[in-house]
């Protein structure tokens, strides 16, 4: 079974500041995480993707998470905030060793304030 | 190409109708999908085809009927909805099953009156 928890459903930033969105997962297997993006009325965009290979991964438009196992977390961070970062963010789970089921976290909404 | 292209953008439809979702994608994936997602809420996982045959049904209600024609090409054919399946519909694709970041389309914005 696995499962994934995103602890915060809104967080508010201004631009230019540090962004974290904070996920928590729980699998039976080693799990591959990801996270995606979604801008209003569009569908979901890969950011990064952690497969047991480095722990601090980078994504695209500035992105990074770090898998912290002894944590069972995967929070996303961004070193500074931009207009266009305004989203809803989504943390993903699935787990190695044949297929299982993607799971999707409930989603955090990011607002960055100009 | 790394999209997945769905088309339409926008449906609406009645109770009555039969209309037909459509999704497209060159990248030589072999598992494509179906989600559902309602307003402020996760996706969920309606379908799965893998090698072009379905592999999982999430429950989904008859009036929804998943059509994998050959492996670029996913339909979702609609028969006699209901106003609680309006919903941004999700098509993606991966590589394979197991284990594989999932592209998106940009979804179909379904309303049914």
């Known amino acids: 079974a696995q499962s994934v928890t995103q602890l915060d459903s809104h967080v508010s930033v201004s631009e230019g500041t540090p962004v974290l969105l904070r996920c928590n997962y729980s699998?039976?297997?080693?799990?591959?995480l990801f996270w995606y993006v979604q801008h209003p009325n569009k569908g979901l965009q890969l950011l990064l993707k952690y497969t047991s290979a480095a722990t601090l991964v980078k994504g695209i438009n500035g992105f990074e998470a770090e898998f912290k196992k002894s944590e069972t977390s995967f929070h996303l961070t961004k070193p500074s905030a931009h207009m266009s970062d305004a989203a809803e963010y989504f943390c993903v789970v699935t787990a190695s060793g044949g297929y299982q089921k993607v799971t999707f976290g409930t989603g955090t909404k990011l607002q960055v304030i100009p | 190409d790394t999209e997945v292209t769905q088309t339409p953008k926008h449906l609406v439809m009645g109770m009555t109708n039969k209309k037909s979702l459509k999704c497209e994608q060159h990248?030589?994936?072999?598992?494509m999908y179906w989600y559902k997602q309602k307003a402020k809420k996760p996706p969920e996982l309606m379908f799965v085809?893998?090698?072009?045959?379905?592999?999982i049904n999430e429950s989904v209600p008859s009036r929804f009927s998943p059509e994998c024609p050959n492996s670029s090409l996913l339909n979702l054919h609609l028969h006699a909805l209901q106003p609680e399946d309006s919903a941004l519909y999700l098509c993606?694709?991966?590589?394979?099953?197991?284990?594989?970041?999932?592209?998106f389309g940009s979804g179909t914005q379904l309303s049914v009156l």
């Open positions: 699998s039976s297997y080693s799990p591959s």
């Open positions: 990248m030589g994936h072999r598992a």
């Open positions: 993606a694709s991966s590589a394979t099953r197991a284990n594989e970041k999932l592209f």
């Open positions: 085809y893998s090698y072009e045959k379905l592999s």
